[in-house]
């Protein structure tokens, strides 16, 4: 053995040299940074094209809002030459308002039943072992694998029995049962992460298993709270098949109970040949702006709430 090949180098020496590539014979310096920056390129530049492809639709469509029928029809991305806000005004006189209101009044309840209920449900299954447990919690995850569709007709005649068809109370019932199985499956993986050790030292402190849940495990699981229940409201409100089936009035003097999903294709029915297309765009937009700010306010909660089971 030579005297070059015993040589020791100091640790500062050969992490200087690992770092420039040359710690291994035949490694190419730099090969780590040029895939790097060539993935960063690629996945930047395909967030910026999919936000385009998400942004300029909605810019096109509140633009629609102050432009007139003509300007809609000769120049789809040209700017309106009078901004005005007559077709939201004609859109809220043409029923967008109770529309609205019907909508509103129906996520009040069934939203937060639906956490209510949700919630305790994947406590119970995650928390206490007890026979058959695995089998309800597949039993409620096999819903969301439930294709809404195949139980249309038997929902339509099981709140028809229970005379409950055009009624709030009806269908914020379907849509608690029809949000149960999602809302489930994200909080029982959410309270399996929670520390055991808070779980046992309340019982030492002799708190029963309901003041354990309602004052100690569901304020921690609040990030997932937050989550799951803005999904819940987008899935809600963008509902359209469940109201057009349960929300229809079954007389004429059944007064008309449309949600805002309905209200837009009545919207486009009711003009006939007399076109008006600021109107329709005014009732989209009306109908999309409270969700883009309740998703752009709560962005940070439902980031914060999706990696958090991961990072625990």
Known sequence: MTAESTVIKAPGEAA????????????????GGSEGMVLNVFSHGFLVLWAILIILPLVWLMLGSFKTDAQIG????????????????????????????????????????TMLLGSMAAYVLARYPFKG????YYFFVSG?????????VPLF????????LNTYQGLILVYVAYSMPFTV?????????????????AVIDGASDTRIFFQVMLPMAKPGL????????????????LPSVLMQP???????????????????????????????????????????????????????????????
């Open 74 to 113: 000769g120049s789809a991305l040209s700017w309106p030459s009078n901004w005005h806000f007559d077709a939201f005004g004609r859109a809220w006189d043409k029923g967008i308002g109770d529309y609205f209101a019907n909508t509103f009044i129906v996520l009040v309840f069934s939203v937060p039943l």
């Open 144 to 152: 969301a694998m439930f294709p809404v569709f195949l139980a249309l």
């Open 250 to 312: 079954t007389s004429s003097s059944d007064p008309e109970r449309y949600l805002l999903t309905q209200g837009l294709i009545q919207l486009q029915q009711q003009q006939g040949y007399a076109t008006d297309l600021p109107v329709l765009f005014a009732g989209v937009t009306i109908a999309m702006i409270p969700m883009l700010v309740v998703y752009l306010s709560f962005q940070r909660q439902i980031q914060a709430g999706l990696t958090s089971a991961t990072l625990k």
């Open 185 to 201: 499956f994200f909080m029982h993986s959410f309270f399996r992460t929670l520390p055991s050790a808070v779980h046992e030292a």
């Open 16 to 31: 200087a040299e690992r770092s420039a590539g040359t710690g291994r014979p035949g490694q190419r310096p730099g090969k």
């Open 133 to 136: 447990n695995r089998i309800i």
């Open 226 to 241: 937050i989550s799951v229940g803005i999904f819940n409201v987008l899935g809600q409100w963008n509902q359209y098949i």
């Open 157 to 164: 005649f099981m709140v028809k029995r229970f005379d409950m």
